[in-house]
């Protein structure tokens, strides 16, 4: 919900000269959003990426196998922390394809609700809607944006996952 919330203060429509703006902060958003849409408006725009969470890990680690195979010489192979990084980098590659239409549908809708201008029912017409108007690239626009965020932040996530591992991994175990 706190994502929510930041896409929702960031698209709030322009205040009028000498008007205060829709909301003044992050708790007041969360305080509006839960009086005027209960706690379903919290989750506003969330099934897309919810319903892409299991097959983005399988992927994910999936592309973290596949990007340490690829730079392993023999499978007994010790990478290196910039190799596991590069690893991790290729398993952002991997779950773009999946995330990038679930990010676009959600900030759709957080910018619906937060507009209050009804184009889309949900999360289904709002894809079906999108392809309608411009095919696979309206479902897929914004993936460069995605990949620059997820390419990094996932080379990031495996590196340190892996540096954790071996320094609270007992010696031999």
């Known amino acids: 919900p706190i994502l929510s919330h930041q896409v929702r203060l960031q698209t709030q429509p322009k205040p009028q000269p000498g008007q205060p703006p829709l909301y003044s902060g992050t708790f007041d958003c969360f305080r509006k959003t839960l009086v005027g849409e209960g706690v379903r408006g ?4 969330m099934a897309a990426p919810i319903i892409g969470v299991t097959p983005m890990f399988a992927v994910c680690f999936f592309g973290f196998g ?5 730079q392993q010489r023999t499978p007994d192979d010790i990478l ?3 190799q596991l990084f590069a690893a991790g980098m290729l398993s952002g590659v991997f779950t773009t394809v999946i995330m990038a239409p679930g990010e676009r549908i959600k900030c759709l809708l957080q910018i619906q609700a937060a507009t209050g201008e009804t184009k889309y029912s949900g999360s289904l017409d709002c894809a079906k809607q999108l392809y309608r108007e411009a095919g696979i690239r309206g479902v897929y626009k914004g993936t460069v944006l995605t990949l620059m965020r997820d390419v990094p ?12 591992k071996n320094i609270l991994t007992p010696e031999g175990k």
């Open 42 to 45: 919290l989750y506003r725009g």
């Open 80 to 82: 290196t922390y910039p």
């Open 153 to 164: 932040a996932s080379g990031m996530y495996f590196m340190t996952y892996e540096w954790l």
């Open 66 to 70: 596949l990007g340490k195979r690829l």
